[in-house]
């Protein structure tokens, strides 16, 4: 029986939990390292070169740990950094942009419909960077972007089921379609938006404007999961996390991302 | 006649505008230097010494652009640098907290309240320095903090006046009234939220408990005119900008801030 192999997911902040969640079920044999890059975060005011920087000193902190594998679960840091990271690591590195590209495209040529158009929400950042934009084009679909930087707030503040959510939500989706009234394929190109995914699927229903919805971090788990050979192992999953600053904003918040107990979480200075 | 003098304001992004925007009019005949330092913020998550060194360099600059008086518009760097500031530099340095809490001082003696509290939004990270509470102390004041996450974030998305914002302040204003339902006085301990104010004053009278609002900025503004002769001049006012990151961000939003066009805005590079 092959040894588990060690997988790492890093993400600026505690967002990239969400793709380690959707990563448990589908290699559970494998042991995790998980870093949250907290004291340099947001990436997304950063400029390419500071951001390509910040992702190589975390992946070769990772490296060091013993890890075989590396999820790039931060959707600024794999639009910007994922040819360096890898171009510069001897081991696998998989981005959350083009798998849940991928997905979208799937979900496109399933659809009827006649347009090959795809919404995606995301923060400023990587609507900025237009990262999805072009990954979409070379398969043909055209990404409407839409910017929605309160999301990640409300996420933040635990308002997950909340009246105001919902009408800010609401607001963004009117605003999108208007823009993308084809589009049947709606991508949530940030890793907060998965736990946002119930109120989407509702406001979707109450605006009479169904989608599929892809989620990059569960398309980016199962693009990691086929590199990757099934174990049978009857160990409990090994899970080691790592943050660079505010550890208990870290394991608290954290948690409601993995769905389980982030605990205990190392702090490590990577410098600046 | 003396020569109108060059007073500095500096922040981590662009809300200190607000504290220029109350200068202005207090010091017609200065000339006015702005740095937002908004490669590197924020300042919320970083270690007292990374702020520090941040607002140095900032200070440092200024000084050389021929500063002869620095007001640091930015709550935390009020909080965790203004000692090294004053010490360092061989001008006045002015903070937002302390002209805040003594305004709000001179509030609760004026209101007959029988309880020498006040009521202090602002964000996280200021909240956990305590810098306001330490300040309102020390004056015999009762300082409850609230932190108010979304507020900034709904301001930077122009939801000035916003059905969803209105809807937010009621939220935390509810919340921290069943903490604190004696304040009679209301500070807002952070550069964006002057633009709230009609909006907290309207939800204020919604809730039957109206408050005398101290707005930092305008305290701080205050405080650094008290410092400067008063000046006869025709001359128009002279602002310069400078920003270490998205420069179209700062000038975009700034306006909003300052009342009036942000331009130009000269990028400059303090490090890292």
């Not at 967002?15 to 044999?29: A, C, D, H």
């Not at 979208?104 to 995606?120: G, H």
């Not at 400023?124 to 990954?135: C, D, G, I, L």
Request: glycine share 6%; proline share 7%.
């Amino acid at each position: 029986m092959a040894a588990p192999p060690t997988i790492a997911v890093f993400d600026s902040g505690f967002g990239g939990l969400t793709v380690l969640r959707e990563l448990l079920p589908l290699i559970p044999g494998a042991r995790y390292l998980y870093l949250g890059d907290t004291a340099r975060l947001p990436y997304g005011a950063k400029s390419q070169t500071t951001i390509a920087r910040y992702a190589l000193s975390s992946a070769a902190f990772l490296l060091a740990e013993g890890a075989q594998m590396l999820v790039v679960a931060c959707n600024t840091a794999s639009a910007l950094a994922l040819d360096e990271l890898q171009a510069a690591l001897p081991i696998p590195v998989i981005g959350v942009i083009e798998p849940g590209t991928q997905a979208a495209a799937a979900s496109a040529s399933r659809s009827n419909s006649a347009s090959a158009s795809v919404l995606v929400l995301a923060t400023a950042a990587t609507v900025t960077s237009k990262a999805y934009a072009r990954s979409c084009a070379a398969r043909g679909l055209h990404a409407f972007e839409k910017a929605c930087p309160l999301l990640v707030p409300l996420v933040e503040e635990g308002w997950i089921n909340h009246p105001v959510t919902a009408e800010v939500v609401r607001i963004y989706l009117t605003e999108a379609l208007e823009v993308a009234p084809d589009a049947r394929t709606l991508v949530l190109g940030c890793t907060h938006y998965p736990l946002l995914k119930p109120i989407l699927e509702r406001t979707l229903a109450d605006l009479d404007h169904p989608m599929y919805i892809v989620d990059s971090a569960s398309a980016a788990a199962r693009a990691a999961s086929s590199l990757v050979p099934r174990i049978s192992t009857n160990e409990p999953v090994s899970c080691r996390f790592f943050a660079t600053d505010s550890i208990e904003k870290f394991s608290r918040l954290g948690a409601k991302f993995l769905g389980r107990p982030v605990d205990p979480v190392t702090l490590v200075d990577l410098g600046e």
